[in-house]
């Protein structure tokens, strides 16, 4: 396309230009009568068709309560609305915001009237609520003041044990103490076997599996009553092999003693704290099983 036909698109004759004339002072007009003229229409109503009106608000706001209520729905306490359930009965979230703050006081709601008076529903609303009500038989029948009766269970004093001698408790002894079962009870009965006897009750501490509790109870029922029969570990003039078979000497142990032996000669008591490797926190009791 030239540019002379591109110019003969754009000419209008006399009668087209005043015809556009006319279509933008229209627009023009109805802009002018759209943003200044208010189509709004006022009604006078009178006192009685004001009532009227209300009524008919009041009809409908019941109706609404009755559409959004549960057609089927049980009897239940109002005092247990949560959240989700005031919004099945037709509650608004500021009604049921009352009646949970109420609840968080540890105070309950006993009657319809006091439920609209925390929650302050509408009258059309609670008229739909209440025949669903439940409270519980102590509110609706308060002549019935009877206080519930708590029976009182008697507590079973534990079994009164009598103190024995640890050498000589046998395994039903042991197992009458709260925390030694079968598997315990035959643990330090070999203890006792290995060492020939106990000389002390802290050697229960070494017996494994003891909690501190157990052995703690062990301590309050079973002592030493009497100074045991031991079969004494002549640490001077046993071998390394018979040495290393007592249970407080392991075959390193056993090894330095033989060693501290013969290059000082007889070991006396004073002498164990100088050997390499001796347990030196359980000198008190080893010492009672050693013939020096």
């Known amino acids: 396309m030239n540019n002379a036909s591109l110019k003969s698109f754009f000419l209008f004759s006399r009668s087209q230009r005043l015809g556009l004339l006319m279509l933008v002072a229209i627009i023009i007009v109805l802009q002018i009568i759209y943003y200044t003229i208010s189509f709004e229409t006022t009604f006078s109503t009178s006192d009685e068709q004001s009532k009227w009106l209300l009524l008919n608000d009041e009809v409908a706001e019941q109706e609404i309560h009755t559409q959004k209520f549960p057609k089927t729905i049980r009897q239940f306490n109002p005092n247990f609305i949560t959240d989700f359930k005031g919004y099945q009965l037709g509650m608004s979230v500021d009604e049921i915001n009352r009646l949970l703050a109420f609840r968080s006081t540890n105070k309950y709601v006993n009657s319809i009237a006091e439920f609209q008076a925390v929650t302050h529903v509408s009258d059309s609303l609670l008229q739909v609520l209440a025949p669903h009500f439940k409270f519980p038989d102590w509110v609706t029948n308060k002549t019935n003041t009877a206080k519930p009766k708590f029976v009182k269970f008697e507590t079973k004093q534990p079994e009164k044990l009598p103190v024995l001698d640890i050498n000589s408790a046998t395994k039903e002894d042991l197992m009458k103490i709260n925390g030694i079962g079968n ?87 004073d002498d164990l704290t100088k050997i390499k490797g001796f347990p030196v926190d359980k000198i008190k009791i080893i010492a009672l099983y050693l013939e020096f």
Do not use: C
């Open 183 to 269: 598997a315990l009870s035959d643990r330090i009965l070999k203890q006792k076997e290995q060492l020939n006897a106990f000389v002390s009750m802290d050697q229960m501490e070494e017996i494994w599996g003891l909690s501190p509790e157990v052995i703690l109870k062990l301590k309050q029922h079973f002592v030493i009553q009497s100074k045991p029969e031991l079969k004494k570990i002549a640490i001077n003039t046993l071998s390394l092999k018979e040495l290393s078979k007592f249970y407080y000497f392991k075959y390193p142990l056993a090894k330095e003693i033989v060693i501290y032996r013969s290059m000082n000669g007889n070991i006396k008591i």
